[in-house]
C-alpha cells in the first residue's frame, strides 16, 4: 500500500517511472503521443531490427507503438517490457513479429488488443494477470502461444469449452477428462503442452486440418497408446509425445508416426532408413553414438531440425533422390562425417546444417538447390562463447546454381562447376575405433623412436664436446 501510494504522489507530480511496481488503479488516464511515447521506451537494436526492453510509464496510458526508432523497424516487444504498465489501450505497429516474455503481464486496464499479422509468436506468460483483457485479436500469422500467455484474462476465462481454442484454430489447452479423443477440423495447431499430463487419455485421432503439434503437446499423457494421425504435419515437436505408450512401448527401432520417423532408438552402426518414411523428425537420430553410416531411401523429401546432430561416429550419409530439404542443424557436430552424397531434387539447405564437420570437405551441390541458409558449411560452433568461427579445412564445393556461387563468395570458399559426373565416387571405409586406437599407437611408437633418436644425437654431441674439452685441458 506505501509503495502505491508513493506511485501515485510521483505520478501526480510528473515524474516518469520505470515499470516496476504495481499500478494503482485510481490513477488518471492520458493519451500518449507517438512520439512521447517513443521517448519513454528503451530498446536494443539488433541485425535485424528494434527490440523494445523497456517502457517507463506515468499514468493510465493509451499507447502507440511507433513502427520506427531512429529510422529502424521495431519488430519485437521484449520480455517484461510493458509489465504492470498502467496502459488501457495498446496499439502496436504491424512490424511486430513476437511479443516477448510476460511483455505485458498485470497490465491491469489493458482491454483489448490486436495482435499484428505480422506477429509469429506470443511468449510464456505475456498478457498473464491482465484482469481486464476481454477481446484479442489473433490472426493466422501466430503460430505459437507460449504457456500461461492469457492466464488470468476474461479473454480465456470465457472460453468454456473442454478444447478451449484460441483465434484461428490453436487449440491453447485441454480441460476435459475423456479418454478417447479427436481432434476438431477447425484446430490447425495443437499448443504447448496443450494435453500435459491428462493420464485418462488412451487414443487421439488427429484431423487432417492440424499442421503443427508443439513441444510437449501430449507429454505424460502415459495411457496414450493409440494415434490415428490424419494430417500431413509441417511441424512435430520431438517431445510432443513423450512419456506415453505409444512412444515407451515402441518395440521397432524405427518409431513412426505415418510417414514421419519420429525417433530412432537402436545402437547400429549401419542404418537403412525404411522405405515409406517421407519426413526424418527433429532430433530422430540426435546423440546416436554409434551411427557411423545413414542411408535414406526415395521416399525421404525432408530432414528437419537436428535431426542427426551431435552423431560424433557418424562418417558416410547418401541421401535418396527425392530429398528436397535438410534442415537448420540437421547434422550440428558431426565430426567425423566426411561422405556426403545428395540427390538430385534438392532445393534447401537450412542454417548450419552442416555446422562442425570439419572433415567434411568436398560437397556436390545439385542445380535445383535454390537456398543455402547462413554458415550452413565451413563452420564450427562454440556454445560457450554463443560465437561461430570458421574452420581451417579444404572444402571445395561443386555447384552451378546462383545461391551456392554467392555462398562460396561470402564466406571465402573454393567453388569449381558442377563436372557432368559429380560425387559417383564410392563410399571410404568407415574408420573404425580399433583404427583410430592404431593410428595413435603408430604415432606413439614413431613419436617414440623420433625421441630415442633424437636423445642419442644430443648425447653424441654431448660426448664429443667433452672429449675436445679433455685435449684443450691436455
Not at 204 to 211: A, K, L, N, P, R
Not at 324 to 340: Q, V
Not at 359 to 372: F, Q
Request: aromatic letters at 8%; glycine letters at 8%.
Amino acid at each position: 500500500m506505501i509503495v502505491c501510494m508513493a506511485c501515485i504522489l510521483l505520478c501526480l507530480s510528473g515524474i516518469q517511472l520505470t515499470v516496476c511496481a504495481e499500478p494503482d488503479e485510481n490513477a488518471a488516464a492520458d493519451t500518449v503521443p507517438i512520439a512521447e511515447a517513443a521517448s519513454r521506451m528503451e530498446y536494443s537494436d539488433t541485425d535485424d531490427g528494434i527490440i523494445l526492453t523497456c517502457y517507463r510509464w506515468s499514468s493510465e496510458d493509451a499507447v502507440v507503438i511507433p513502427e520506427q526508432i531512429d529510422g529502424k523497424t521495431v519488430i519485437g516487444i521484449g520480455a517484461s517490457a510493458f509489465r504492470y504498465c498502467y496502459a488501457y489501450t495498446i496499439e502496436l505497429p504491424p512490424t511486430i513479429r513476437k511479443i516477448g516474455e510476460s511483455a505485458f503481464e498485470n497490465c491491469v486496464y489493458l482491454q483489448a488488443v490486436a495482435i499484428p499479422q505480422n506477429c509469429t509468436e506470443i511468449a510464456d506468460a505475456a498478457f498473464r494477470g491482465c484482469r481486464q483483457l476481454s477481446y484479442v485479436d489473433l490472426p493466422q500469422s501466430v503460430q505459437r502461444i507460449g504457456a500461461a500467455a492469457f492466464e488470468g484474462t476474461p479473454y480465456l476465462e470465457n472460453l468454456t469449452e473442454d478444447m478451449v481454442i484460441l483465434g484461428d484454430g490453436i487449440l491453447y489447452a485441454y480441460t476435459g477428462q475423456e479418454t478417447q479423443l479427436s481432434i476438431p477440423e477447425k484446430v490447425r495447431i495443437i499448443g504447448q503442452n496443450a494435453f500435459a499430463g491428462h493420464e485418462e487419455l488412451t487414443s487421439v485421432t488427429i484431423s487432417e486440418g492440424v499442421q503443427r503439434i508443439q513441444d510437449g503437446a501430449f507429454a505424460d499423457c502415459t495411457a496414450l497408446k493409440n494415434i490415428d494421425l490424419q494430417a500431413d504435419l509441417s511441424e512435430l515437436a520431438p517431445n510432443a509425445f513423450q512419456g506415453t505408450k505409444w512412444e515407451s512401448e515402441a518395440k521397432d527401432s524405427f518409431v513412426v508416426l505415418k510417414d514421419i520417423l519420429v525417433k530412432y532408438q537402436g545402437d547400429e552402426q549401419e542404418v537403412v532408413i525404411p522405405d515409406g518414411v517421407r519426413v526424418v523428425n527433429g532430433a530422430a537420430f540426435a546423440d546416436c553414438e554409434n551411427l557411423t553410416t545413414v542411408t535414406l531411401p526415395i521416399s525421404v523429401e525432408e530432414i528437419r531440425k537436428e535431426a542427426f546432430a551431435h552423431c560424433p561416429s557418424l562418417q558416410i550419409v547418401l541421401m535418396g533422390e527425392n530429398t528436397k530439404t535438410i534442415g537448420e542443424k540437421a547434422f550440428m557436430d558431426c565430426g567425423m562425417l566426411n561422405y556426403l552424397r545428395l540427390g538430385h531434387s534438392l532445393e534447401i539447405i537450412e542454417a548450419g546444417a552442416f555446422l562442425g564437420c570439419p572433415y567434411l570437405d568436398t560437397v556436390y551441390l545439385p542445380d535445383t538447390l535454390h537456398t543455402i541458409g547462413e554458415k550452413a558449411f565451413g563452420y564450427r560452433y562454440n556454445a560457450k562463447g554463443d560465437v561461430y568461427s570458421k574452420i581451417n579445412n579444404s572444402l571445395m564445393l561443386y555447384a552451378n546454381t546462383a545461391c551456392a556461387m554467392q555462398y562460396a563468395t561470402d564466406e571465402e570458399l573454393q567453388l569449381k562447376p558442377l563436372p557432368a559426373a559429380e560425387n559417383t565416387k564410392p563410399a571410404p571405409e568407415v574408420v573404425k575405433e580399433e583404427d583410430t586406437d592404431n593410428q595413435e599407437d603408430e604415432l606413439q611408437h614413431i613419436g617414440w623412436i623420433a625421441g630415442c633418436g633424437i636423445g642419442g644425437i644430443l648425447l653424441i654431441a654431448a660426448w664429443i664436446q667433452r672429449m675436445a674439452q679433455k685435449r684443450k685441458e691436455r
